[in-house]
């Protein structure tokens, strides 16, 4: 079963927490792919099937909750290119009106 890992401390980057929710999601789809065929490829008993089914529904949740956390750290990645952006900017504004005022 897939287990959710804990809530992303803020002492990494950005990026590294985008890919690790990004791979997590991908091992929630693998594993629930896995499950689905031994599923339908196999006849199990209702108790072990009801298992079977728990731990879909368990991957599913986690899964949702994975990808909710995935839209968060891509907005605020957003944010920080938005505001990278306009650092660059600035420091290019500054650049060009020092090179008018002062060169002669």
């Not at 909710?68 to 990278?84: K, Q, Y």
């Amino acid at each position: 079963m897939v287990e959710r890992s804990e809530v992303p401390s803020r002492n990494t980057s950005v990026m590294s927490q985008l890919e690790d929710t990004s791979r997590e999601i991908k091992e929630c789809y693998e594993r629930l792919d896995f499950i689905e065929s031994r599923i339908r490829r196999r006849y199990y008993p209702n108790d072990e099937k009801k298992v079977l089914e728990k731990e879909v529904k368990d991957i599913k949740t986690h899964l949702s909750q994975h990808e909710r956390d995935l839209r968060v750290l891509r907005g605020e990645n957003r944010v920080a290119m938005i505001l990278s952006v306009l650092l660059l900017a600035l420091g290019i504004m500054i650049y060009f009106l020092y090179g008018l005022l002062f060169s002669s």
